[in-house]
């Protein structure tokens, strides 16, 4: 019989006891057992522990058996619990070493006691504490190699072997969200996993674009696989010889303070008299090294800059202009959203709110690109079921968000750790934390409340001693008279 982490099997056995006078008599014992294993789940190779509870038996010959499928596994720890007048129950621990292949198995736990007509059983399917991470790969259709300026091209994602099924993909273009899927169709693998292939069209233009499949399996941070799509500039014809043109950058972003070097190319140019000049934001870029190198009867044209990058350069473009003599032949603009990297900068506040509810908020200010991941720590336990805040432009192009997290100090007495750790593409998480006490969040009234309440309490006195003054000076005159 399967069982789900923390549900208690009862079994209900009838006892005869025999008495000293001959007389029989009929009680009822009620016996119990319960299999509990990790609230999370676990990744194969991970050593996880199943505990086991049965009860209650009037003698301390207990005989506990664990399986894994059908072999034995022998218990890390075993206790009996006296509860008294001859009543006992034991509880057991179990370490299992998941495997990739333990999706099909099970854990038993079996006790056996001379009262019992037959052993009490319990058992619980690996699958539901078993968790594979998937494997991403991205395809396209055309190739990639052979791509003209605006072709839509279909980008495939594909998600392989992973467990259970139920996750989040999404689309990315450039780090900005163009798609998301929700539990998208999955097919089942015969080794009980599960794969799925989700395609989106994109464009490929000559400024180029990075689309990215973003894969998020229930509370795990994301992975993610992308691809850039550039289109190659159209050859400018001249009798039989055919002129190519390029412009690339760095594969990777880089942090601001440091610079990028982008470069024209161009091959079989009718002429030696090319001028290349490089401008950033309409200023024109100092140090560019242009080189042509004679081909036959053409040239060959290369030109490179170095392009100082800065936190505020996410809505920057540098403008590459190509002449030859006198004539404009190329221009074209290279967006340095493409190439930058800003990290974010994380606080931590806490403001109070009503019934003793602390509001704990993570401040996660100024980066770029647009995706990151906010994960609340208590205690250096990660707490699950946060939602991912929605993060929002700034000005200069970058991002910032606030995610919040209510916590009830009301509960406890003792200090307690809340950590933001925030995971911003692939680099080392940042985070900030923040120690609240108990003590200093005891739910009174606000500052603002009490003397209001004072200074309503006081007029209310002095309306009242009015009152009686007025009535004890009436009854007096009237006694007079």
Known sequence: ????????????????????SGAFFLAAAQFFISLTGPTSRNTPGTNVPFN????????????????????ESPASAQYLLDHGGGNYSVSSKVFVVLSSHDLGSTITCEIAHSALAEPLRTTMNLSQVFQVTPTLKMTTKPSVNHLREHQRVNLTCHVSNFYPAHLTLTWMENWHRVATVLDPQVMRNTDGTYSLRHTWQAEATLEGSEFACWVVQDDQPPIRINITLRAQAQEHKKG???????????????????????????????TQHVTVTWFKNSLELPRSQTSIQPVGDTYNVTSSVLVPLLAGDALSLVLCHVKHKSTLVFQQSVHLNHYLRVSPAVTVSQSSTSSGLVAVTCHVQRFYPQSVYVTWLEDCHPQNGTKQPLSKMNQDGSYSLESSYLVNMSAQRTERVFTCRVQHEAQSPIQASLILSAAAHTPLSSGLEMPAIIFVALLLGFKVLLVISFTVTYICKWWHL
């Open 240 to 270: 039989r010889m055919a002129h190519s043109v390029q412009l690339q950058g760095p594969q990777q972003r880089s942090e601001p303070g440091t610079s990028i070097q982008l470069t024209y190319s161009s091959s079989r140019v009718q």
């Open 1 to 20: 019989m399967a069982a789900v982490p923390g549900q208690v099997l009862a079994f209900l056995l009838p006892t005869i006891l025999l008495g000293f």
């Open 52 to 71: 086991c509870t049965a009860g209650t038996f009037p003698s301390q010959n207990i005989n506990v058996t664990w399986l894994k499928d059908n072999d």
